[in-house]
């Protein structure tokens, strides 16, 4: 009889606490814009050189009390990518003021991102301060399914510097790629009224530099965008 008693305690005491737990949780999705801001990388002979963009991000988040929970993301902005190829071949010259070689051209792109994340939160009065981290994969997808290329020659005799006189321009074609990312960051959640809010953060992603043609080499370096981040929340 104890033990039914004591069996039947326990078990109400875990309900109260699942219970307590699921009233005290809570889900939110995000609409955000960003700003997507990329270093450029160097290596076996190639300069790889992303483009600021403009981006929209999209977030389901779950925080269970009192502070851990998850996040699941996707993330699009332009990502067009120029590539600047160091060697210059015989009988051609690199307009002045070039640095480390002109076979260059830009890449039209997209850049899709999905991650999931564990965020971290505390509540503070109207505010939600959190950290995240987490992985997921970055998929760049040319526009167009191939760029043009511009060789430059000399300068014509008698020409005043700087000039850039082009020899040929040919075509070469483009293949999407798929890199996984680490992604991390931090921000607060900003309760205006009882189910929306403000939130602010800055996110953080390292990557492989992709490549989306053969006709130069991939840097094989990594690289990292800064994305800060200013969005409205509804709470569920």
Known sequence: ????????????????????TAANAQTDVAASLYGAFTG????????????????????????????????????????????????????????????????????????????????????????RPFALAGGGVLFDVPSQGQFAVT??????????????????TSTYNTASTTKPVFVYGAGVDWKLLPHIGLRLQYRGNLYKAPNLT??????????HTAEPVIGIYFRL
């Not at 053969?214 to 690289?223: C, E, K, P």
């Open 40 to 127: 450029a990388t160097n290596e076996n002979g190639t300069i790889y050189s992303p483009a600021n963009a403009a981006g929209g991000l999209l977030e389901v988040r779950h925080i269970a009390k009192p502070w851990a929970g998850y996040e699941g993301t996707y993330a699009y902005n332009r990502a067009n990518e120029t590539y600047l190829w160091g060697p210059v071949p015989s009988g051609y010259t690199c307009p002045v003021g070039t640095v480390g070689g002109c076979t260059s051209t830009v890449v039209p792109a997209n850049a899709h991102e999905v991650t999931g994340d564990w965020v971290v939160s505390a509540k503070v009065s109207r505010f």
């Open 1 to 20: 009889m104890q033990t039914k008693w004591m069996w039947t305690v326990s078990l109400l005491a875990g309900l109260a606490a699942l219970s307590g």
């Open 214 to 223: 053969t006709l130069f080499y991939s840097t094989g370096a990594f690289t």
């Open 151 to 168: 060789f430059f020659g000399p300068c014509p005799v008698g020409s005043i510097p700087p000039c850039a006189f082009a020899l040929t």
